[in-house]
């Protein structure tokens, strides 16, 4: 098995973390498109899942775990940074505070919540895309990217919303927006289903590798096994 980082490799890791920031910058707003009301990181979450499974399909649950944990520490050093520069004061001719804080200052609560939800539900996504494979010994990559995506959204809306607006918000609503979120999401990893199979087929000939992950630790915190 290749213990080196390949070009595909590097790229799918970059466009994984530069989603995941992205995301959280766009929950900020709350968009609503044909009676639908979300969060705008909708629309750049799921493709972290898709990488997810592209990555643990060719190369692994080692490496996915790998990227997972640059994810999530990528994300609180952005959350930490943000923080700061919320916390520093602004000069006076700075006529755009309330905007700034509003988008960058994420309360410590949500942003808890956040990475508490991604780093669980993307290693649940890794898990099972990786054990999917290797009971079906390789085939039916749709329906193990599917099953896998709907687990990680399940446990990342199960635990995000509770987390994250317990108590603020009543548990009805509450409830629908777990729904809501895990069924676009789920739905937005069908839509594109194809292209994900089609760059995952790609990256398997290029790279010349396709892992099976027979005897692998699922410990995620074993991050120098490679």
């Not at 990181?41 to 060719?58: H, Q, R």
Request: glycine share 8%.
């Amino acid at each position: 098995m290749k213990k080196s980082v390949s070009i595909p490799f590097m790229l799918l890791g970059i466009l994984f973390n530069v989603c995941l920031i992205t995301s959280n910058l766009l929950e900020a707003k709350v968009i609503q498109v044909g009676g639908i009301t979300a969060t705008a990181g909708l629309l750049v979450f799921p493709i972290s899942y898709m990488i997810n499974d592209c990555i643990a399909e060719v190369w692994g649950f080692r490496k996915a775990r790998l990227i997972i944990w640059s994810g999530f520490l990528m994300n609180f050093l952005v959350v930490g940074f943000a923080q700061l520069a919320v916390l520093l004061p602004a000069a006076p001719f700075w006529q755009h505070e309330a905007g700034f804080n509003f988008v960058f200052g994420m309360a410590p609560r949500i942003a808890t919540a956040s990475l508490c939800a991604f780093l669980i539900g993307s290693f649940l996504n890794a898990y099972v895309m990786s054990r999917m494979k290797v009971a079906s010994g390789g085939k039916r990559f749709s329906l193990r990217a599917i099953v896998s995506t709907l687990a990680g959204e399940t446990a990342d809306s199960i635990i995000f919303f509770p987390l994250a607006f317990g108590g603020l918000v009543p548990l009805k609503e509450l409830f629908t927006l777990i729904v809501v979120q895990m069924v676009l999401k789920s739905g937005y990893e069908v839509v594109v289903l194809p292209l994900t199979a089609r760059v995952v087929r790609y990256i398997k000939k290029v790279e010349n590798t396709d892992v099976y992950d027979t005897n692998v630790s699922y410990n995620i915190l074993k991050i120098k096994d490679l």
